[in-house]
């Protein structure tokens, strides 16, 4: 039964690119209705892990289960449940914001009449309102393009929401904006899973995180768990990732 | 059409609706024009074939005229993507594979937009039935004979691409893949040229007996519906179909990022390659030297301009060879053999490396505004990497021509290397304008896109041959005038024509630059609709 099954379900995930192991056995359960943090460094595999979910790229060996379904078996079924925020946004250039929702919402078999007003309502919650309405996306600046694309995962009301860096390049009141509908969301029984180089955000957001360090799980749990003592998610990630800095090369600086 | 296929034709529309007020109308007239002369001609040969048709006087005619035109249909239906270096519409997978669209629904929608490439071959196929349908010899009903033969040449040039797509997305074997792929399909020319040798006549004369899709079609249009050719028909469907299919499906799982990553992690020891790349800090001086360096690494390392190169090589030779020393090889053409092939290979390399320079930066560009260096300096870096590809280009075929004993002296090697230089140099101050008032972003790990914009491909028909007409000058004085010493006056006065219109045309792009840089980088960072063309 789907509705018993957690949010995402990965066993033993491995992607190798070359002979270089993007993702090194990654095992990891997130709960239905939780907002969930991955976190890590750069180049630690976030992405490569995030594209698996979302079937834009296939694993090397391993086991996905999204919201019930095996990836890529039910790949269909799968991608119809879940809302995406990719790294790099897929957007068409030469449409504007609300036809390329509506062009989201019918891919998501909405009716059309159901998608246009969708498409609409969005807009005007996220800010896209006058002349930004007529724009080309291509004419959009990257925070407005992170904001369609969010408006654009939340078109068919999913149940999951996979998002890489949704805040990137967003700004101070879009962000909280966005924070707030995904609070919602997970209140009404979705689940976010977000990677996010902004560990403040984190912090305030998620209950559960894992961190992924050269491919590997490092640590997974709710943050209150895995912090210890006054340690903030920031002093937690540093301690596990490790800093290993040489400024003093850079005397000349 | 089920309700998602109907979406994303409804988001092209919509991509061009807003694309194309927003277009310049001069550009967009050219274009229009061009498209007109092109289609129009396709309906002169229609209108031709189909009086070949109404006017056969018996069957074995018809079949005769018909099996070899179906032919030439096909090997333009499938190869002409090759030759032209574009597959033409296709869905943007890397965006649409993200929903939830069943992937038979894709693979219909991927086949209707085959018929893009093919139009040219469509109307003649209107050219045909017509000139049946007034034919006494056959009933209009074998004008059906079509179907089947227009869906084996969509499903397999689905599978095709697919194919293609795939190949040329593994690091390393791409370029392999193109040049083989460009030999092959030089190979008619090369017959036509160089005559058909004896075994594969023999071996054509046999297989004529084979039910292919073009004979099969050719016999029933000619009124034979036996059941061999009408089983052998539909199996060729079949085949092509499950082809395609099979390829849609594997290019549908395909992950470029990992391809990519296969075969062997580039060397990072010192090479000949870092050597040349180094050289021009040791003849230049800073910001152009590093301007240099930069675009030697960047075009070395562009999957498109290897590709390219080895084109301008291969091909260069290939075709000039089997002019040259073929059947047809005039003696004008022979003693000036080097200079043709020099010329063409610049030509080719033209396409990645003057006519659009700012192309392969995209919105990395940038930088280029905000270094403290003049816009001149960095379209003459541009320039200057060119023209040493261009010269390592030209020396590979003089080894060539060389280790092959081609009739070649040095002084036709310094002719040729002259003539070509001073023909790049007029290349690059067209290309320098061309690029800041047209400029395109480019992805340099697509290999089957033009570089440069519609305009400026439409405008190469013209100037190329506009810019020969020195050269022509050239032989023409030495021909006039029997001596060397006319070919090389003449020859230094187009030098020094074009190295001043250089340096004006240097000027002019460098201020169009400043002028227009906003526009510029909009341009370089801009994408496609749901089907990219």
């Keep these: 039964m789907t509705a018993d099954a957690p949010a995402i379900r990965v066993t033993e995930l491995r992607k190798f690119y070359g002979d270089k192991a993007a993702v090194d056995g990654l095992s990891l359960t997130v709960p239905r209705g939780c907002f969930f943090g991955f976190l890590g460094p750069n180049g630690a595999g976030k992405t490569t892990t995030i594209k698996m979910l979302m079937g834009l790229a296939a694993p090397s060996s391993g086991a996905m289960e999204i919201l019930g379904f095996r990836m890529p078996d039910e790949e269909i079924r799968i991608k119809a449940r879940i809302g995406l925020v990719p790294d790099e946004t897929l957007l068409f250039e030469h449409l504007t914001g609300a036809e390329f929702l509506e062009f989201v919402g019918r891919m998501y078999q909405l009716q059309r009449g159901v998608a246009q007003e969708r498409a609409r309502e969005l807009m005007t919650l996220f800010e896209f309102d006058g002349s930004s309405s007529r724009k080309l996306i291509g004419e959009y600046s990257k925070g407005m393009r992170k904001r369609v694309a969010m408006a654009a995962s939340m078109i068919h009301k999913p149940d999951l929401f996979l998002m890489d860096e949704p805040f990137e390049g967003v700004d101070a009141v879009g962000a909280r904006m966005m924070k707030d509908l995904l609070l919602d969301q997970v209140r009404r029984g979705a689940t976010v899973f977000l990677t996010s180089h902004v560990l403040e955000v984190v912090e305030r957001l998620c209950e559960r995180v894992a961190i992924i360090h050269q491919g590997k799980l490092i640590a997974e749990g709710a943050i209150h768990e895995l912090r210890s003592g006054a340690e903030t998610l920031e002093d937690l990630f540093v301690r596990l990732v490790g800093v290993d800095r040489q400024t003093e090369l850079l005397d000349w600086l | ?533």
């Design chain 2, 1 to 533: 059409m089920n309700p998602q296929a109907l979406a994303i034709l409804w988001a092209q529309w919509r991509t061009l609706a807003n694309f194309y007020p927003r277009a310049r109308r001069g550009g967009l007239a050219l274009s229009l024009l061009l498209t007109a002369v092109w289609y129009g001609l396709w309906i002169l040969f229609a209108v031709a074939a189909s009086m070949v048709v109404a006017e056969s006087s018996s069957r074995a005619e018809l079949y005769g005229f018909l099996a070899p035109a179906l032919l030439l249909a096909v090997l333009y239906w499938q190869l002409i993507p090759i030759l032209l270096a574009s597959t033409g519409a296709s869905l943007d997978m890397r965006r649409l594979r993200v929903y939830p669209i069943p992937h038979a629904q894709l693979f219909r929608l991927e086949v209707l937009l085959r018929i893009s490439i093919s139009m040219e071959i469509l109307i003649l196929i209107v050219g045909v039935v017509s000139g049946m349908l007034r034919s006494p010899l056959v009933s209009g009903w074998a004008a059906f004979a079509f179907l089947p033969f227009v869906f084996f040449n969509l499903f397999a040039s689905v599978g095709l691409r697919d194919l293609l797509t795939r190949i040329l997305g593994r690091r390393r074997f791409r370029e392999v893949a193109v040049v083989a792929l460009v030999m092959i399909s030089m190979l008619p020319q090369l017959l036509v040229y160089a005559g058909v040798p004896e075994p594969l006549k023999r071996l054509f004369d046999q297989t004529t007996l084979i039910p292919w899709p073009w004979s099969a079609t050719a016999g029933m249009l000619a009124g034979d519906w036996g059941w061999i050719l009408v089983a052998a028909q539909l199996a060729w469907v079949a085949a092509a179909y499950v082809f395609g299919r099979r390829q849609f499906e594997r290019t549908l799982r395909f992950d470029e990022e990992a391809a990519r990553a296969r075969g062997p992690a580039g060397s990072r020891a010192p090479s000949l390659a870092e050597w040349l790349f180094r050289f021009p800090s040791t003849i230049l001086a800073d910001p152009l030297a590093a301007l240099v360096e930069k675009e030697l690494r960047s075009l070395m390392r562009s999957p498109r301009f290897r590709v390219t190169f080895l084109m301008g090589f291969v091909i260069g030779l290939m075709i000039w060879v089997s002019i040259t020393f073929g059947r047809v090889g005039a003696r004008g053409i022979r003693e000036n053999f080097l200079a043709f092939v020099f010329a063409y290979s610049v030509m080719l390399l033209s396409e990645v490396s003057v006519w659009n320079v700012l192309g392969f930066d995209r919105s990395a560009a940038q930088i280029y505004w905000l270094a403290p260096v003049r816009q001149a300096t960095v379209l003459a870096a541009k320039n200057i990497a060119a023209a040493v590809f261009v010269c390592l280009q030209l020396a590979g075929i003089t080894l060539v021509c060389v280790v092959f004993r081609f009739p070649i002296r040095p002084s036709t090697v310094l002719e040729a290397f002259l003539v070509s230089l001073i023909f790049l140099l007029f290349l690059m101050a067209a290309g320098n304008l061309s690029s800041v008032l047209q400029p395109r972003a480019v992805d340099p790990n697509q290999n089957w896109k033009r570089s440069s914009s519609g305009r400026i491909q439409a405008l190469l028909l013209l100037i190329y041959p506009v810019l020969s007409i020195p050269f022509v000058f050239a032989y023409f004085a030495r021909y006039t005038w029997e001596t060397d010493l006319a070919f090389y006056g003449v020859l230094c006065f187009t030098a020094l024509v074009a190295a001043a219109l250089y340096g004006v045309a240097l000027e002019e792009a460098s201020s169009a630059a400043r002028n227009n840089k906003e526009r510029i980088l909009a341009s370089l960072s801009q994408g496609e609709g749901p089907v990219s063309n």
